[in-house]
């Protein structure tokens, strides 16, 4: 699994605006806040992250990849 610095990272390596904020999101996730947390600081849905960290927790990174 990765760790919140690896999200970090990728965040800032990616040009592709969505999966910037899934990455930021997972960062957020990896620092133990909360979904609701994470939702407010994106400016997001609360669903959006729980889609997001379900799936990444499932699929590792591909499962990121997939909601595109």
Sequence with gaps: MHTADDFKQLAKQTSNGQLRTR???L?????????????TYLGVARGSVNTWVSNYLAHGLEGLYQLS
Excluded at 27 to 39: D, L, P, S
């Design 23 to 25: 990455y930021l999101a």
């Design 27 to 39: 960062y957020h996730f990896k620092n133990g806040e909360t979904r609701t947390q994470i939702a």
